[in-house]
């Protein structure tokens, strides 16, 4: 497991990478590139959505790593392109939805919605 340190490092480094990318793509304002460490949305394997409008991300034809605010805790998040992708499509994950929660405060709301898998179910259990 990475520490808070590396994956700290790493966030860093990643926002350099796209600040680089931004300003490259302000010189070039016609370019449609897209950025390092995204992914094509696919359009077919979203769940269904009735409604004219498109969601945000399917506009540019790609997810992009966005960082929030976990509405729990306060930490600042990043919620990645791949976990996007996943979300959507994958998991069809309602299209306006958007991540809320970082991981620890996810996994409590499970565990006080009583929605928790069942190995950490059952830590719950035995810590009562
Ligand atoms: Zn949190």
């Not at 590139?33 to 540019?60: E, I, K, M, T």
Request: proline share 6%; net charge positive.
């Amino acid at each position: 497991m990475k520490s808070n340190k590396q994956r700290r490092q790493e966030i860093r480094q990643k926002r350099e990478r796209r600040k680089a990318w931004k300003a490259e793509r302000a010189r070039q304002p016609d370019s449609r590139l897209a950025p390092p460490g995204s992914f094509p949305v696919n359009c077919s394997a979203l769940a269904p959505y009735h409604s004219y409008g498109d969601p945000l991300f399917v506009r540019p034809g790609w997810y992009e790593d966005q960082d929030f605010t976990c509405h729990d805790c306060g930490a600042e998040q990043t919620w990645t392109a791949a976990q996007q992708k996943w979300w959507y499509e994958d998991c069809q994950g309602q299209v306006y939805s958007t991540a809320i929660r970082c991981r620890t405060c996810r996994l409590n709301k499970r565990i006080r919605d009583g929605r928790a898998p069942a190995a950490s179910g059952q830590l719950a259990k035995q810590q009562k």
